[in-house]
């Protein structure tokens, strides 16, 4: 099992910056993939970014590209996600997931998720 908990959300000007963390427990953290996700009031949860162990490949949506970036530090056992250049379109709940196997967009694929944590982007 690994449990997932983020944090950095919050209130931001269109064009500023947030960080987003996850911070995972349980087992161990530096062989999981990772995704974030986010979901808009109606909407139905939306790709953001993903992160691939082997090889540290990352990738992206379209939307977030060259805006968002995500990382991880398996001697943190957190991951990250750095969003610059917000819009009010980014304003969503963002959530973290991690999967032992599995490194895409589909959110059905990942086994772990975190309660997730609201980011509200204001014109």
């Known amino acids: 099992q690994v449990q997932l908990v983020e944090s950095g959300g919050g209130l931001v000007q269109a064009g500023g910056s947030l960080r987003l963390s996850c911070a995972a427990s349980?087992?161990?953290?530096?062989?999981?993939?990772m995704g974030w996700f986010r979901q808009a009031p109606g909407k139905e949860r939306e790709f953001v970014a993903a992160?691939?162990?082997?090889?540290?490949?990352?990738y992206y949506a379209d939307s977030v590209k060259g805006r968002f970036t995500i990382s991880k530090d398996n001697a943190k056992n957190t991951a990250y996600l750095q969003m610059n250049s917000l819009k009010p379109e980014d304003t969503a709940v963002y959530y973290c997931?991690?999967?032992?196997?599995?490194?895409?967009?589909?959110?059905?694929?990942?086994?772990?998720w975190g309660q997730g944590t609201q980011v509200t982007v204001s014109s």
């Open positions: 992160f691939r162990w082997t090889g540290g490949y990352t």
């Open positions: 349980g087992r161990t953290f530096s062989d999981y993939n």
């Open positions: 997931a991690a999967d032992r196997y599995y490194y895409g967009i589909d959110y059905l694929h990942y086994d772990y």
